[in-house]
């Protein structure tokens, strides 16, 4: 039986999962480890410290990682050093370190939605900045209204709707960019003063996107997929929450069959889904009655809620016909597992 090696955080917790026991522990080691053998794999978890990218023993190992959404990220960024080593080391790390960059890293996130086949992309058109100035500079090719998405933030966060060039570059200079020190500000103009010609340095600092705004937006769909499986849910725009559809709660959502998805909804996510070639994957998908759009999407260390039964009946899963309704037994841990082994049987 083949082996699989998941890494844990400091804490010794794995991966995501809403309502875990303890509060914010992750999925339940035991449960994960009996699912994953039901399926075919044996595992064992190792610590992140633990871990020797050199010590010339991970070439061809199965290695699944957690994430983490520290304050600031900085253990965040940590995994992803020993990431990026296991992969260079010649480890099969599940899924592959891009994904880990893009989670919680809107930017990245959208230069890897850009580079999908033109007929995945789903719609949106987007242009990337690291600072105000950046932006300011290409002000006039840019049409209005638009969404201005810092690089970091959930739920909704960091995320803006601009309808002029004014308000684009104010929401940018004070929500979005790091504003330098006044200290810093002096010592460029005096450059400046001293070295004719010379160009100072950005004052407003930080990774941004814009995006083409989608007018009229009531609604917009999460889907997870697990392996073959599609968990799908209905979140509605509260007027509270201007333009956003995420972050207005769980129990304020349709489910399954509730959902009522529009015909090809689940088709354009799913080949999206293994144009990604991940064993997982949640996606904000959204319909404006002639096209569908991929707004955004996480491959690690995402929201699970929409995985239990006491949300979702039913799930939607894949068969060569289309797909066919399946009693939810809402349980995370085996989802994962079985989407894992899927995964790696068809990537062998």
Known sequence: MEKIYLLTDYRGRFGSKHDDSPYRSGMDHQLLEASLRENGLLSEYVSFSDVKPGDGTWAGRLVLYTSSEDFGLPYKQYIEDLVFALELAGARVIPSFKFLRAHNNKVFMELLRDLLPSEFKG???????????????????????????????????????????????????SRITEKASLRFRIKEYLRQYKHPGYRRESFYRGRLIIQNFIPGLEKDWKVYFFGKRAYVFRRPVFKKREFRASGGGYDNYSYGLAAEAPEGLLDFGWSIFRALGVPFVSMDLAWDGSRFYLLEFQCVYFGTAGILKRYSHEYFLREDNGWSVVSNEGIVEKAFAEAVTWFVKQTE
């Open 123 to 173: 719609g949106l058109v987007s242009s990337h900045y690291g600072t105000a100035e950046e932006l300011a500079e290409r002000i006039n090719e840019i049409g209005f209204p638009v969404i201005v998405k810092g690089h970091s933030g959930a739920m909704g966060r960091n995320v803006f709707l601009a309808r002029t060039a004014d308000d684009l570059m104010k929401t940018v200079r």
